[in-house]
């Protein structure tokens, strides 16, 4: 066994890429840290969302401090800007997206049980304050990660990392696994992994 290479790392994620039919984006509702928005941008284009509506005082995704975390990955989103939540998840509601705010509220499901398997629209709020209850009424569904250990909350940017790959793990379940240990080579077809 041995680690893939550039070429075959950009083959084994494109046929992963081609494995599942829904899409995914996020809304920042108010975030505080320049730093916390360049890691879900990142992880956003990582896990091949589409668009990231920006929400309230979050900080713009262009920020020198947003930008040392996300590594230049917002190029690979398309970025809106809303004044306010309403108008956010309006416009993700408007986009086709069924809106799910990372929350830990009285009426939140467990992450893996909410029915991700769409094209969903992932909300995650203010490091200190969460997703506002305006917010959280406007939403379709609202979910939580449980945690085990002695800690309550999971900083913003590692929730919406759980998030993401929540909603991957349901589309592959609904649509398929590519077959593992499989990566694409030049001609088209797949082959053993080396």
């Not at 069924?98 to 991700?116: G, K, M, R």
Request: aromatic residues 6%; contains cysteine.
């Amino acid at each position: 066994m041995k680690q893939l290479g550039g070429t075959e790392l950009k083959r084994l994620h494109r046929t992963w890429r081609r494995e599942n039919n829904f899409r995914l984006s996020l809304l920042l509702e108010n975030l505080q840290s320049p730093f916390n928005v360049g890691a879900i941008v990142r992880t956003a284009a990582a896990m091949g969302a589409e668009s990231l509506y920006l929400t309230g005082s979050t900080p713009d995704v262009r920020s020198a401090a947003a930008q040392k975390a996300a590594m230049g990955s917002d190029r690979f989103l398309r970025t809106q800007r809303y004044e306010t939540v309403a108008e956010g998840v309006a416009q993700a509601r408007s986009d086709g997206y069924h809106v799910v705010a990372l929350e830990l509220a009285d009426d939140a499901v467990p992450l893996a049980t909410a029915d991700l398997a769409r094209d969903i629209c992932l909300v995650v709020g203010h490091e200190d304050r969460g997703v506002s209850a305006g917010c959280l009424e406007a939403c379709d569904t609202v979910a939580f990660v449980p945690l085990l250990g002695r800690v309550g909350s999971l900083n913003v940017s590692a929730a919406a990392v759980v998030g993401c790959y929540e909603v991957r793990r349901q589309g592959y379940a609904a649509t398929g696994l590519p077959a593992a240990g499989l990566v694409e080579p030049a001609d088209g077809g797949l082959s053993e992994a080396p």
